[in-house]
């Protein structure tokens, strides 16, 4: 562990672990294998990263993406690192170039695609030739059926596992729920897990019910810092395109991102948004996991994600730096009845369609909590939380009433009106409306026709919001009706106690504490100056050698020279994020702007 903690600071540039990185760390550092559950942002590379450097051999990195291989590669050769990686999109020259630094033993890390791995010839090659440090497994909840994305080359990952088996194994994951887990640690033959929680607390929660989506939007960006990054989540390319071109209209810096435009365009788009400040990428789910970008401010969902780890990864992009950050989404019933659609339609077996439908109830649930988002969210993982005030339900409690009463003559209506029509219609029974169509289905004579009028219609969606995520009620995919589940049966029979959420409340606006750190700053004029111009000079160099400015430092770098304000090189390579590598490169320069 000395040697550790001495790469910890000479490359990383950071005096102390976080967390359970020392356990970690020391446990794979002794040989031992693991399974590790992190928040995004609390260093989970870390974790793999300097067993690698420090252990004998080259690690092997099994990741998913290219676009996250590449920017993992470029960060660790900015500190120094010998890393590569081996995918579909280098060039012939390059890949022979990281072939040859791994039969000599010239990489640290080698970062891989599972298929790439699996392949004969490679597997081969590591037996006969190459010393194996240790086997990472990136975005392990990939190789459970459990998990959000499963994905079939990943499951392989348990046959190359059993080829090495007393090289150490971690694989690591920022989402997975217990089920999850125990698939991951089972597949992959782990004796030990260690789980740091899935809090993270500087990320804002809060949730709105789709009224007028672009102006709620719009009203969103307007309490967010001049110049935040973010990313706006859409469910289809044409929202994608049009939400983009809406913002654009407004003033916003926003780029589309997805599948159907052009591979150049979609790079040039994500270049600009990891290089440049100010940038909005309005995206399908095709963007983000390869995205290791620090300052997203912000997370918006135009529409409901699949499942809460879906979410909760996608949100988890936003404040990487461990500044405030937030995550806005709004939803509607429509949203719902879409993703029961999708999976319905989807390939998967009746089993997986199940366990996909349970986790969409478990985020509509979420969606429609009267208590501490936080808490919700953390107990769907098995962490436990206090309430949390740093989300919309804390900011702003919603008042609760016993919905039974009304909850029984909604159901009553979907069942006399034959489980056959949507909530529209549904609702315009229940109170009583001069409907032409309500008459030629002669459910102007019913008795639950106008036993509603106590409710308008928009609290009457409100309840239907709720009795679905309560699993009362469920939406039928194709006509979009209401139809009453088993549970709703036995409520109508027990008609036992309910409480409902007054779905009143207003959405709440984000609070102007949310500002990150960096705009604290702003109160002190000098502190004003030397920040915008240390950031300044981060971008120039970046841009003279094509990287990410974070790569060169992050924001909280930047804030701890503006607060420290070191006077010599020493004193710089004190601040936290400094490693010796970093300070060699640009050192001079900085201290040169802080003196200036």
């Known amino acids: 562990m000395n040697q550790a903690h001495a790469t910890l600071k000479s490359i990383f540039g950071y005096d102390s672990f976080r967390g359970e990185q020392q356990a970690i760390i020391d446990h794979v550092m002794r040989g031992d294998s693991c399974c590790v559950l992190m928040p995004t942002g609390s260093g989970k590379s870390l974790c793999y990263q300097i067993p690698a450097i420090c252990r004998p051999g080259v690690g092997i990195i099994v990741s998913p993406l290219i676009a996250l291989m590449n920017d993992q590669v470029a960060a660790l050769t900015e500190l120094g690192v010998r890393a590569a990686a081996l995918h579909s999109g280098l060039d012939p020259k390059k890949r022979a170039a990281t072939y040859d630094a791994l039969k000599s033993g010239n990489l640290d890390l080698l970062y891989i695609a599972p298929e790439r791995l699996m392949m004969d010839d490679f597997q081969q090659l590591l037996h006969e ?54 698939d991951i640690m089972q597949a992959l033959n782990l004796p030990t897990i260690f789980t740091a929680g899935f809090d993270r607390p500087n990320i804002h929660y809060t949730v709105a019910t789709k009224e007028t989506p672009r102006q709620q939007l719009t009203a969103f960006l307007k309490t967010q810092e001049s110049g935040a990054s973010g990313i706006v989540y859409c469910l289809s390319r044409k929202k994608v395109d049009e939400t983009a071109a809406f913002l654009v209209k407004e003033g916003y810096q926003a780029l589309a991102y997805h599948a159907g435009m052009d591979a150049q365009m979609r790079e040039i788009h ?167 169509r309500i008459k030629k289905f002669g459910h102007d004579q019913i008795s639950t026709f106008g036993i509603g009028t106590e409710y308008q219609p928009k609290e009457w969606q409100g309840i239907v919001r709720q009795l679905v995520s309560l699993n009362l009620i469920t939406v039928d995919m194709e006509h979009h009706a209401l139809k009453i589940t088993q549970d709703g049966m036995s409520f109508l029979k027990n008609k036992t106690p309910l409480p409902l959420r007054h779905d009143e409340r207003k959405s709440d606006p984000i609070r102007s504490a949310m500002k990150s750190k960096a705009a604290a700053l702003l109160d002190n004029d000098d502190d004003k100056t030397l920040f915008a111009h240390l950031k300044a000079v981060r971008l120039s160099i970046a841009k003279s050698q094509n990287l990410p400015p974070y790569v060169i430092f992050h924001d909280k770098t930047l804030i701890e020279m503006v607060e420290q304000k070191p006077a010599t090189l020493e004193a710089l390579a004190q601040i936290s994020g400094v490693g010796q590598s970093k300070l060699d490169k640009y050192g001079q320069a900085f201290l040169e702007a802080l003196q200036a």
């Not at 190789?143 to 596992?161: K, M, N």
């Not at 912000?298 to 994600?305: E, I, T, Y």
């Not at 909760?312 to 806005?328: M, V």
């Not at 349970?358 to 208590?371: G, N, P, W």
């Open 129 to 182: 030739e190459i010393n194996v440090a240790l086997i990472a497994i990136d975005e392990a909840h990939c190789i459970s059926q459990w998990g959000h994305d499963f994905r079939p080359e990943y499951r392989q990952l348990a046959d190359f596992r059993r080829r090495f088996p007393d090289v150490p194994c971690i694989a690591v994951t920022a989402t997975a729920d217990a089920p999850t887990r125990k």
């Open 270 to 436: 994500q270049s600009r948004f990891i290089k440049d400040d100010g940038i909005i990428i309005v995206a399908t789910i095709a963007f983000g996991m390869g995205i290791n970008k620090p300052d997203v401010r912000f997370v918006a969902h135009m529409d409901l994600p699949k499942n809460i780890e879906a979410y909760y990864q996608e949100t988890g992009r936003a404040g990487r730096d461990g500044l405030p950050a937030t995550a806005w989404m709004v939803y509607g019933m429509q949203d719902v009845a879409l993703q029961r659609q999708m999976i319905e339609q989807g390939e998967s077996n009746d089993n997986q369609k199940r366990i996909e439908r349970q986790k969409l109830s478990s985020l509509v649930m979420y969606c429609e909590a009267a208590t501490c988002r936080r808490q919700v969210l953390l107990n769907y993982f098995g962490d436990q939380s206090q309430a949390c005030g740093n989300c919309d339900t804390c900011a702003n409690p919603p008042k609760t009433f016993d919905g039974s009463v009304p909850a029984q003559k909604l159901l009553s209506c979907i069942y006399r009106t034959e489980q056959r029509f949507g909530a529209v219609y549904v609702i315009d029974v229940l109170t009583g409306k001069d409907d032409e």
